[in-house]
T-cell receptor, first 113, second 115 residues
């Protein structure tokens, strides 16, 4: 059974700092991995999608990497801003699971002005 | 382009009642999936529909059911509500279903409180 773990569970940083969020998964037979952010009481906003054949994806100040063989992904946020404060979730889609995503518990990020 | 629309956004029910939640996917998207989010269990997959057919189902009791209409809109129903069904129910759409599916886009969710 696929398990997704995110470390740390919570992170508080001063504005302007570069930071890394970690995601690990137990079964490397994944189809793709998707990073989301969730604001309190809201739905999920897709940030980046990495296919299993890719090593990284970039969007603005965000960069996500994927090491499928070791079961790891990282989300790098450059020059963090208070507006980045949210819960960040990673989710994997396995090769045999259709569109079913398995989510981690998330990292709650607070960026202090 | 409108995003995924879920209705109602908030609802309160009592134990034993039933509830129906609605989801309208992004225009052109044919796959709709549903997730339950609770503080204790996190995000858990309920089911996926593509072209009016259930393609995948999570590990939930039969009280949870769903369907998809010819216009790709989807509904999920929970019968005989229990306190533990209190959760944020999220709907996601994608262009294709199955292994061809790419990025999933989520709605704002329907927050169900069972008293």
């Amino acid at each position: 059974k696929q398990e997704v773990t995110q470390i740390p569970a919570a992170l508080s940083v001063p504005e302007g700092e570069n930071l890394v969020l970690n995601c690990s998964f137990t079964d490397s037979a994944i189809y793709n991995l998707q990073w989301f952010r969730q604001d309190p009481g809201k739905g999920l906003t897709s940030l980046l999608l990495i296919q299993s054949s890719q090593r990284e994806q970039t969007s603005g100040r965000l960069n996500a990497s994927l090491d499928k063989s070791s079961g790891r992904s990282t989300l790098y946020i450059a020059a963090s801003q208070p507006g980045d404060s949210a819960t960040y979730l990673c989710a994997v889609r396995e090769e045999t699971s259709g569109s079913r995503l398995t989510f981690g518990e998330g990292t709650q990020l607070t960026v202090n002005p | 382009k409108a995003g995924v629309t879920q209705t109602p956004r908030y609802l309160i029910k009592t134990r034993g009642q039933q509830v129906t939640l609605s989801c309208s996917p992004i225009s052109g998207h044919r796959s709709v999936s549903w997730y339950q989010q609770t503080p204790g269990q996190g995000l858990q997959f309920l089911f996926e529909y593509f072209s009016e057919t259930q393609r995948n189902k999570g590990n939930f009791p039969g009280r949870f059911s769903g369907r998809q209409f010819s216009n790709s809109r989807s509904e999920m129903n929970v019968s005989t509500l229990e306190l533990g069904d209190s959760a944020l129910y999220l709907c996601a759409s994608s262009y294709r279903g199955g292994l061809g599916v790419g990025e999933l886009f989520f709605g704002e969710g329907s927050r169900l409180t069972v008293l």
